[in-house]
């Protein structure tokens, strides 16, 4: 446990657009709650950006760890309440200024997160009170992502279905029907990534998954699948992105593969310009279950 929240705090580029988004959003005699402290960190942020208390809330037993640290460097920081509860059940003793969250999915919100969010601003965020982050922006994209097409659709190719005897053919037609959380590398983005929904957190605590998209793939390469990500938005113009493009993060990201790939010659791509692909789709609001629903058509021409 210890060591998997030492990773979190080593990844520079997330614990910098939080310490930005932070120091943006703080004004000196501020009220603040994190939900889902872990180490403290961004508590321990608010508290030396000026907040006059800061109410952190965690049920694991890491909170202990958590006020420990805070002794350590306390000189440095003002009062901290720690609140062992879940977020839904916890009670603080004011509405707070400033409320930050981190425990977001790749593709930002799962529905047990929206519910934390709904809930948290109703009861702890004042009336034109700040979320850091404030918002988030979805993303998709096709790949060529050959590594984890492999891992995910041939790991059991069609002359190896049959393990100890047994058929497992049956499987390989689901696969294509859930979503991969992966930790592996993209070869390459093959076009301009697409904005699948931007919310305000003040404003709205729910993503839009059903679209129709016309793509322009203008690189030649492999279709394996799609990819889709989370940029966070953070007070101050910050960002902090899970991009196939950007260094991985603990968070990893979200692949849809295909049943069978794609291929875009370079030759095809000198005679056509782009190669268009249109894709109507549903994601389950429950995509981050086994039960995942991706459910392509494709027309490529």
């Known amino acids: 446990m ?7 705090v080593a990844e520079h580029s997330r614990i910098s657009a939080f310490q930005q988004g932070i120091d943006a959003a703080i004004r000196p005699g501020d009220t603040v709650c994190e939900i889902g402290t872990g180490l403290g960190t961004y508590a321990f942020m608010a508290s030396r950006a000026g907040a006059a208390k800061v109410y952190t809330i965690e049920k694991g037993s890491v909170i202990e760890l958590a006020k420990k640290l805070y002794l350590a460097n306390k000189k440095d920081m003002g009062e901290i309440e720690f609140v062992k509860a879940y977020s839904t059940e916890a009670h603080l003793k004011e509405k707070v200024d400033v409320l930050i969250f981190e425990d977001y999915d790749c593709q930002g919100l799962t529905p047990g997160e ?5 809930d948290a601003r109703r009861r702890f ?12 922006e979805l993303f998709w994209a096709p790949l ?11 790991c059991l190719d069609k002359n190896k279905e049959q393990v100890l005897g047994l058929d497992f053919s049956l499987t390989r037609d689901l696969v294509p029907h859930c979503r991969v959380k992966t930790p592996l590398e993209a070869d390459f983005v093959l076009s301009p990534p697409v904005l699948l929904d931007s919310i305000d957190f003040a404003e709205k605590q729910e993503l839009e998954f059903s679209r129709e ?3 322009e793939i203008t690189k030649p390469g492999t279709l394996h699948g799609f990819g889709s990500w989370a940029e966070f938005l953070f007070p101050g113009g910050h960002r902090f992105s899970l991009s ?15 049943p069978e790939t794609f291929v875009k010659g370079l030759e095809t791509a000198r005679r056509q310009n782009t190669w268009l692909l249109q894709a109507l789709f549903f994601i389950d ?8 629903i991706f459910l392509p058509f ?3 021409w």
């Open 213 to 215: 998209l016309t793509m």
């Open 2 to 8: 210890v060591s998997f929240y030492r990773k979190l």
């Open 114 to 118: 929206e519910l934390i969010l709904k």
């Open 144 to 154: 060529q992502g050959e590594k984890i097409w492999q891992k995910e659709i041939s």
């Open 125 to 136: 965020l004042k009336p034109g009170g700040t979320f850091v982050p404030w918002g988030m």
């Open 244 to 258: 196939y493009e950007e260094p991985l993060t603990v968070y990893s990201r979200a692949f849809f593969p295909l």
């Open 285 to 292: 609001p429950a995509f981050f279950t086994p039960q995942s």
């Open 298 to 300: 494709v027309r490529l």
